[in-house]
């Protein structure tokens, strides 16, 4: 139902706005809708964008849908005569709650590193593909730019989902609004670029 809500929330802005809507910042949760379907998913238990294509893929997998819908998205705000549009890519999904997985190092007394980071190391083999699958589409549509959130979220061994004494993530794969905030701050010309161009 998505894509239909999207295609519908489209023609919408684009009766408001006509031709113009300068910018347009595209996200999603990546990680949830792209991952591999687990062995004998039967096809109901597909999500829309995989069931919509009518495709058998080899790899059981939702990026093949995702590959074949994201241009068309991208045509469609180019065809609203959008001239910016920022892609963020995944966010990386953390392998626990995050409020919680801190809120239990607090009251055992434990490490809040040793109990609630993770390895960079899980978070590039989980998004790999799909960071690939997004990056083509830079070298399709040239008014787009393209930010990878996990150079803001992890350094090159861990990742920490909290900082100071704020959590990151509102869940396991959600931004909190300070998650957010350090998403922002870690891309503030990528951002001032979508919403002013690049005078």
Not at 38 to 65: L, S, Y
Not at 75 to 100: A, E, F, N, S, Y
Request: hydrophobic residues 40%.
């Amino acid at each position: 139902g998505c894509i239909e809500r999207n295609g519908a929330a489209l023609q919408s802005i684009g009766k408001l706005l006509g031709n113009r809507l300068s910018f347009a910042i595209v996200s999603t949760n990546w990680l949830n809708y792209t991952r591999a379907l687990m062995p004998n998913t039967t096809r109901d238990a597909m999500p829309d964008a995989m069931q919509r294509t009518g495709k058998d893929f080899e790899k059981d997998d939702q990026i093949h849908a995702f590959a074949d819908e994201l241009p068309r998205t991208m045509q469609r705000l180019g065809d609203m005569h959008v001239r910016r549009i920022l892609l963020i890519g995944p966010v990386p999904t953390v392998p626990h709650d995050v409020p919680d997985c801190l809120i239990r190092a607090d009251r055992r007394h434990l490490s809040r590193d040793d109990l609630c980071t993770y390895t960079r190391a899980y978070v590039d083999a989980q998004s790999a593909r799909t960071v690939a699958m997004l990056q083509t589409m830079v070298r399709r549509f040239p008014n787009l730019h393209f930010v990878d959130p996990i150079g803001v979220l992890c350094d090159l061994a861990e990742c920490r989902p909290y900082e100071g004494d704020a959590a990151l993530y509102s869940d396991g794969s959600h931004l909190s609004l300070v998650g957010a905030e350090h998403l922002y701050g870690g891309f503030t010309a990528e951002f001032d670029w979508s919403f002013r161009g690049p005078d």
